[in-house]
């Protein structure tokens, strides 16, 4: 407990500090200066601008709240690390609607914790209205791709979860609720290797892409 109090002191007050960027002055979460709620195809080629290359995959993303939609993999580098970019769009406007950033090839714990930490020292914007709690989470799955397109499912411990929710006021309720960046630091259990995945996520784009994919479960926990 007080190993995980340690970590969350050195990530809770500077680490969302870049998140305030993101979201700051309207309601719509960004990465980088790219929107979400933009066409994929626009969107992926924000990110080739920035020196990132689209790696062609099989695979195509099925939800119980989103059903059969289209996603995307990048391979670039951000912060002198190895950087996954994992893109998922509507099923049939294409509208990305949530994101995932994951950081590659921290040697240990500790570098871990310090890239989180330098995500956010690096950030000068602040958002106004923002709620975080720390989660309690078990081993996953992280999928990630080569070069070639091939993906690979790392089973993986978690070091620690933190989620920050933004809304468009004071009021902290759903209806000015309006995304989502969900940071973990994973230790990859076969590529002996730690990673820091931030998972974003806008809401009035994956109303969206609920309505337009019509998984099993969409609307069902409005």
């Known amino acids: 407990m007080n190993h995980d109090n340690h970590i969350l002191r050195s990530l809770i007050v500077p680490l969302f500090l870049p998140f305030s960027f993101v979201v700051a002055a309207q309601p719509a979460m960004h990465f980088r200066n790219i929107p979400f709620g933009e066409p994929l195809k626009a969107t992926t080629a924000q990110f080739k601008q920035q020196g990132f290359k689209l790696v062609k995959t099989q695979a195509k993303e099925d939800s119980l709240f989103y059903g059969r939609h289209k996603e995307e993999f990048l391979l670039g580098e951000l912060e002198g690390y190895p950087t996954v970019i994992h893109l998922e769009a509507s099923a049939k406007t294409q509208t990305v609607f949530q994101m995932d950033v994951i950081y590659r090839e921290c040697i240990d714990e500790d570098e871990a914790v310090e890239l989180a930490s330098r ?94 994919g019509g998984g099993r479960w969409a609307g069902k926990l409005q």
């Not at 080569?146 to 089973?155: C, E, N, P, S, W």
């Not at 933004?166 to 002996?192: K, P, V």
């Open 119 to 212: 995500l956010a020292a690096d950030e000068k914007a602040k958002s106004k209205y923002y709620t975080w709690e720390s989660n309690q989470i078990g081993m996953g799955l992280v999928e990630i791709p080569d070069r070639k397109g091939r993906l690979t499912k790392y089973v993986a411990s978690p070091v620690i979860q933190v989620s920050h929710r933004f809304y468009n006021s004071e009021d902290h309720n759903r209806q000015s609720y309006f995304g989502c960046a969900i940071l973990t630091i994973w230790n990859l259990m076969m590529g002996h290797e730690y990673i820091v995945e931030v998972h974003y996520y806008d809401q009035k784009a994956a109303a969206l892409a609920e309505a337009e």
